[in-house]
């Protein structure tokens, strides 16, 4: 049941993924993620976390189940329903997605574009953003100019500028070392704290190992949640 | 406003990134627009042409006898129901003679000893002044034959049957020059944009996982087929005016465009020249959206 203050943002139910022939990437999980939460979704390599990122963004359809993403029935939603709800889901791909023609700015700058921000909108939200990733002495820098790390970053910083409602986040600290990764979770954290919903897909335990936020445990397409809903932790706290 | 402005940018960008193939859409558009409005040129100045010719839009149908009033009307109507006709004069002798004898001028004495009754009843047909008429004035004049009382029909007959010839040519050259038009119009900015969106796929793709808008993606790639219209049919039109200005120079002088008074297109049709040919590109790019990106 999802409360009125909580109302989930994301919500799986008995959902399934095979890809051919027959390989089972997710077997009937059922979950919900409120609005504001940060979640981690953790696993071994190949237990279906990035399959769960793209079924999230709608890149890809689950063989069996339902998925509602912000209000929004993905097996139903129409074109123009899924561009406006893109506009406000930030997705921190593994493979970074990036241009390598353009340079820093202008790759971030197109999750801008594609809302019609102005200009001195989009250059602000930009610097800030790339402040905070250590990155504004590579901003007019092309992206196949960067190391593997800087590449990241800059895909971290191209869903995270848009000020998303939901970012997703797949490996975000593979490429990193301890102080750009340190950088990229104060980044989730800041963004989380204005409202926005992370989650993290990873496998590297140091950035959850002390969190209180819930973690998902994916093995062999199977789910396993730790920790408590943040309602229940409330509640949990008040007794 | 700012949707306008990502958009020329966007397109800005395209036209960077395959210059190469854009250059050679633009000069095949152009020499298409060239080629077309050319010899729409040359058909419209001979159409002019025949227009003033309206002397010899005339046909005189020579008659065994005098046609009654009364039987005018009937034979008008019998006239008129073949093509479309100006006037209609039925002449007796006696006009034809004092005619022929204007016509002799200082040597009308030679008609002294005559009076005009040598000379047959006629009638005088002067066609409406268009093509349309002058290409049909062999079959018409073959028709005023069986009229009756009918003995001949005379008309300029060797000149405006290689005229008649020489205006149908041309408006087959119109014609194929139009279809051309319209092909390399239509196709080349078509190949060309969808070129365009095969080098811009990876951005397509991104753009599309950013909840790019379909006016953002398309948008571009239709004012891109827009552009290619506009300037390819303005410079087209423009290198039309030239070879006006240089016809017109060096063929001045008694000959066979001075029969023509040559003259540049009328605004009117140049501009349908003009936004036809943008229309053509735009909807070449429109094929290329509708074919290629899907969102």
């Known amino acids: ?239 | 406003m700012r949707y306008l402005f990502f958009i020329l940018t966007q397109t800005g960008r395209n036209f960077r990134q395959t210059w190469g193939a854009q250059l050679m859409t633009l000069l095949t558009v152009t020499l298409s627009v060239l080629f077309f409005s050319f010899f729409y040129l040359i058909y419209n100045n001979v159409l002019q042409g025949a227009a003033r010719l309206g002397d010899e839009l005339r046909l005189i149908v020579f008659l065994d006898q005098e046609v009654v009033p009364e039987l005018r009307p009937a034979l008008e109507k019998k006239i008129r129901e073949f093509s479309e006709v100006e006037k209609i004069i039925f002449i007796s002798p006696t006009e034809a003679f004092t005619r022929l004898g204007e016509q002799l001028g200082n040597d009308r004495d030679v008609l002294d000893d005559l009076d005009g009754s040598f000379l047959p009843y006629s009638i005088e047909i002067y066609l409406k002044k268009d093509f349309k008429n002058l290409a049909g004035i062999k079959d018409f004049s073959e028709y005023l034959t069986t009229l009756p009382g009918a003995m001949k029909v005379q008309y300029g007959h060797g000149w405006v049957e290689r005229f008649g010839y020489f205006v149908n040519l041309s408006r087959i050259i119109v014609l194929l020059s139009g279809a051309l038009l319209t092909l390399t119009a239509t196709f080349m900015v078509s190949y060309t944009i969808r070129l365009t969106l095969v080098a811009r796929q990876d951005e397509l793709e991104i753009f599309r996982l950013l909840g790019a808008t379909n006016a953002f993606i398309k948008g571009p790639v239709l004012i891109e087929g827009f552009l290619q219209g506009v300037f390819g049919s303005t410079m087209g039109m423009t290198a039309l005016y030239f070879c006006f200005l240089w016809i017109q120079n060096h063929f001045n002088g008694p000959g066979f465009l001075n029969l023509f008074e040559f003259s540049f297109l009328p605004f009117t049709e140049a501009a349908l020249i003009f936004v036809c040919s943008i229309c053509l590109c735009t909807v070449g790019s429109l094929f290329s959206i509708r074919k290629f990106v899907r969102i």
Not at chain 1, 29 to 35: A, E, G, M, P, Q
Not at chain 1, 88 to 96: C, H, M, R, T
């Open chain 1, 1 to 239: 049941m999802i409360s009125d203050d909580h109302p989930a943002i994301i919500e799986f139910v008995k959902i399934s993924k095979v890809y051919p022939p027959d390989i089972l990437a997710l077997v009937d999980i059922s979950f919900k993620i409120n609005k504001g939460e940060m979640v981690f979704l953790t696993g071994p390599s190949g237990a279906g976390k990035t399959t769960m990122i793209k079924l999230i963004c709608n890149i890809d359809k689950p063989t069996k189940g339902f998925i509602d993403i912000a209000g929004n029935d993905l097996s139903k939603i129409k074109p123009a329903a899924m561009q406006a709800l893109r506009q406000k889901i930030g997705v921190a791909y593994q493979d970074f997605r990036l241009l390598p023609r353009l340079t820093v700015f202008q790759n971030i700058a197109m999750a801008l574009e594609v809302k019609f921000m102005d200009g001195k909108t989009i250059r602000s939200r930009i610097h800030e953003v790339l402040n905070v990733l250590n990155m504004t002495n590579k901003i007019y820098k092309r992206t196949d100019k960067l190391s593997r790390g800087e590449q990241q970053r800059v895909a971290i910083a191209r869903a995270a500028a848009a000020r998303p409602i939901l970012l997703l986040a797949d490996e975000p600290t593979g490429n990193l070392d301890s102080q750009a990764g340190t950088d990229v979770m104060a980044l989730f954290s800041q963004l989380n704290e204005e409202g926005t919903t992370v989650v993290i897909a990873t496998h590297d335990k140091s950035i959850y190992r002390d969190s209180h936020c819930r973690i998902f445990h994916l093995d062999g397409g199977e789910l396993d949640i730790t920790g408590q809903e943040p309602e229940d932790r409330e509640q949990g706290t008040e007794t």
